[in-house]
Nanobody, 125 residues
Framework: QLQLVESGGGLVQPGGSLRLSCAASGFTLDYYAIGWFRQAPGKEREGVSCISSSDDSTYYANSVKSRFTISRDNAKNTVYLRMNSLKPENTAGYYC??????????????????WGQGTQVAVSS
């Protein structure tokens, strides 16, 4: 069974940091592009970042550039999203997804075949 499981979410104060994890089972993550998305209640799902399979190129939404970092650890079959300088507007469910090896535009949700169930991030004082 192919599965992605996100973890690492929680409640943090504005300006704080979290590292989200996306762990794969049933397939090898290094053969896939992995995207991170977020969705707040009443809002559309928004692309956050993507890391490619072929050369580990990384891509970010303009809203998170310089604050978020995506990385891959093939030995652990896990992709991470490090989030620094978190803002209240970053509050959302965060989801990872696997798709063909090359990242599309960051916002392209239909590129991905396999999605995790999400982890909740809340940024509040």
């Amino acid at each position: 069974q192919l599965q992605l499981v996100e973890s690492g979410g929680g409640l943090v104060q504005p300006g704080g940091s979290l590292r989200l994890s996306c762990a794969a089972s049933g397939f090898t993550l290094d053969y896939y592009a992995i995207g991170w998305f977020r969705q707040a209640p009443g809002k559309e799902r928004e692309g956050v970042s993507c890391i490619s399979s072929s050369d580990d190129s990384t891509y970010y939404a303009n809203s998170v550039k310089s604050r978020f970092t995506i990385s891959r650890d093939n030995a652990k079959n896990t992709v991470y999203l490090r989030m620094n300088s978190l803002k209240p507007e970053n509050t959302a469910g965060y989801y990872c997804a696997a798709g063909p090896p090359a990242c599309p535009l960051v916002a392209a949700t239909d590129w991905y075949d396999c999605w995790g169930q999400g982890t909740q991030v809340a940024v509040s004082s």
